[in-house]
C-alpha cells in the first residue's frame, strides 16, 4: 500500500502546483496558513480608492443627474424608492412633448425599467378639442386648459403645419399682440388705483397707435371712455398712453417680471421662456403696453396662466401636468403639489380686471364668439372673461389670433383657465374665441352633471 501523501488533493485527486508544492512544507498540517502582512494592506487601499472615487463622482455631479443615476439602479423591495423632483421628471421626458395624448396614463421604459405616469390630462376634454381641430387654413394652433388654483394642466392640443413633432403650447415664439394689456392693466390699477370707470382720453382709430395719438390731445375729436370699454374694445392709443405717461420702463418691466416674462416657468417637460425687452424710447413704451409688436413673445400655456391668475387672486401657479410617477412596485417616486409662483398683482387688482375681462366677454372683441351665451342652458351659469389678441408676422403672411380667459360657476366652485392660439394663413378658419368657448362649455358639461348628481343625492 502506497504511503499517505499529505500533498494530495484528496478530493479531486490532482496533485498541486510546484507553487503550492513548494510552499506547503514550510507549514504543519492542520496549522492555519500564515496571512502576508502585504495582503490585507492592498485590499484595504483598493477599497478606499474606490469608496473615494465613488465619493467624488457623486458630489460634483448636478443634483438632477446624481438622481437620475440612481434612477437607472433596479428597485428591489428592500430598497427605499427614490423621490424625484420636477428638475428630474424633466430629465427623463426630455424628448417627449406629451402633445395631443388620448390616454391620461402613460408607461415608459427607461434604463430597462418600466415606469407608469398619470398625467392630469381629462381625457374627455382632451378628446372632444381633438376633434374639433381645423387644421386646413392654420399655420399653428396651441390649446390649453387647466385648474386655476392647482396649475393641473387637464388639455394641450397641438398643430404646426411645418414640424409636426413641435409642441405649440408650451413653445413661446408667438407675439403676445393685445393679451399683453392684461399686465398693463394690472400695473394700471395697481400702482395708480385705476378703477374700471376711470375715465380714459383718445384721439384717432381705435387699433392704430400714431405718435400723434400718444399725446395729451384734449379737442372736439376726442372720445371719452372708461378703463373697462378701453379694455374691451383692446383699443390701442388709451394703453398707449398708459405707458408712456403712467407706467413708463420701469413699472412695465416690473409687472412683466411679476406675469413671469423672460422667467423659467417650472413644468415636467421642457418649455420655453416668453420674452419681453423693454425699450428706452417712449414711443417703444407705448407698443409694449398695447402689445403693438412682434417682439414680445408668449406661450399658450403662459397666456393660460395669466388668466389663471385674475381668478386666482393674483397668485400665478406653477403648471404641472404629471399628477404621479410609480415604478414597477408601485413605488410612488414622484408626486406633484400646490407650487405657488408668486402674486403678480393685489387681489383688490384681480376684481377690477375680472370686471374689464367680463365686458370684453359682454361688448367687446369677443362679443362674436361668445354671442347668445346669456341664453345657453350652461354658459349663462357662469362668470366668463377673456382677452383677445391678433397681430401679423412682420410679412403679413401669417395671423396670430389670441384668446386667453376663464369660466367660473360660483355656485359649484368648478372653475378653468384657457387659452387659444390660431395662426392663421391666408384664409381665416376656426376663430381662437371659438375654439375656447367650445373648451369652457365642454369642461362644465361634464361638471354640471357632477354637481346635479350631489344635489339628487
Given amino acids: 500500500m502506497a504511503p499517505h501523501n499529505p500533498y494530495l488533493n484528496a478530493r479531486t485527486s490532482f496533485r498541486p502546483s510546484w507553487k503550492r508544492y ?3 512544507p514550510n507549514r504543519r498540517l492542520g496549522q492555519p496558513r500564515q496571512q502576508s502582512v502585504k495582503a490585507p494592506i492592498l ?8 469608496v473615494m472615487g465613488l465619493f467624488l463622482l457623486v458630489f460634483f455631479l448636478p443634483k438632477s443627474e446624481r438622481r437620475i443615476l440612481s434612477l437607472k439602479k433596479s428597485q428591489t423591495p ?34 430597462g425599467y418600466m415606469y407608469g405616469f398619470e398625467t392630469s390630462i381629462d ?27 392647482s396649475g393641473r394642466i387637464l388639455a394641450m392640443v397641438s398643430h404646426a403645419k411645418d414640424k409636426p413633432g413641435l409642441n405649440t403650447c408650451v413653445t413661446s415664439q408667438f407675439p403676445a399682440a393685445s393679451i399683453f394689456k392684461i399686465v398693463t392693466a394690472a400695473a394700471a390699477i395697481d400702482t395708480k388705483g385705476l378703477s374700471a370707470q376711470a375715465p380714459m382720453l383718445y384721439n384717432g382709430g381705435k387699433h392704430t397707435l400714431y405718435r400723434s395719438q400718444l399725446k395729451k390731445t384734449l379737442n372736439k375729436y376726442t372720445r371719452h371712455i372708461n378703463l373697462k370699454k378701453a379694455f374691451a374694445d383692446s383699443i390701442n392709443p388709451v394703453f398707449g398712453k398708459l405707458g408712456v405717461h403712467l407706467l413708463k ?21 421642457k418649455m420655453t421662456k416668453s420674452r419681453i425687452d423693454i425699450p428706452e424710447k417712449s414711443y417703444g413704451w407705448a407698443e409694449i403696453a398695447s ?43 414622484y408626486q406633484n ?16 380686471l375680472k370686471e374689464l375681462m367680463a365686458e370684453t366677454i359682454k361688448t367687446g372683441t369677443a362679443r362674436n364668439a361668445f354671442r347668445g351665451y346669456k341664453k345657453d342652458a350652461i354658459l349663462s351659469k357662469l362668470n366668463l372673461g377673456g382677452k383677445t389678441g391678433s397681430i401679423d408676422n412682420d410679412n403679413h403672411e401669417i395671423r396670430y389670433d389670441w384668446f386667453v380667459g376663464f369660466g367660473q360657476n360660483p355656485n359649484s366652485g ?44
Fill in 22 to 24: 513548494s510552499y506547503r
Fill in 43 to 50: 485590499k484595504f487601499a483598493v477599497a478606499a480608492i474606490f
Fill in 78 to 111: 428592500v430598497e427605499k424608492p427614490i423621490r424625484l423632483t420636477k428638475d428630474d421628471v424633466r430629465v427623463v421626458l426630455s424628448g417627449h412633448s406629451l402633445t395631443n395624448l388620448t390616454d391620461n396614463r402613460l408607461f415608459f421604459d427607461y434604463e
Fill in 123 to 149: 381625457n374627455d376634454l382632451q378628446g372632444f378639442l381633438i376633434s374639433k381641430l381645423n387644421r386646413v387654413n392654420a399655420r399653428a394652433i396651441g390649446l390649453v386648459a387647466l385648474d386655476p388654483a
Fill in 249 to 269: 420702463d420701469a413699472l412695465l418691466g416690473q409687472y412683466a417680471q411679476a406675469f413671469r416674462f423672460n422667467r423659467t416657468i417650472g413644468l415636467e417637460i
Fill in 291 to 333: 402689445g403693438f409688436n412682434n417682439d414680445t413673445t408668449i406661450s399658450p400655456l403662459h397666456g393660460a396662466l395669466m388668466a389663471a391668475a385674475v381668478i386666482n387672486q393674483g397668485q400665478m401657479a406653477e403648471p404641472t401636468i404629471i399628477d404621479k410617477i410609480t415604478n414597477e412596485n408601485q413605488d410612488i417616486l
Fill in 337 to 352: 403639489g400646490v407650487i405657488l409662483a408668486g402674486r403678480a398683482f393685489l387681489p383688490s387688482t384681480a376684481d377690477v
Fill in 414 to 457: 368648478f372653475q378653468i383657465a384657457v387659452a387659444a392660439l390660431v395662426a392663421h394663413e391666408k384664409f381665416i378658419g376656426t376663430r381662437a374665441g371659438t375654439y375656447a368657448r367650445l373648451a369652457i362649455k365642454q369642461f362644465f358639461r361634464k361638471h354640471a352633471g357632477l354637481e346635479s348628481a350631489k344635489k339628487n343625492k
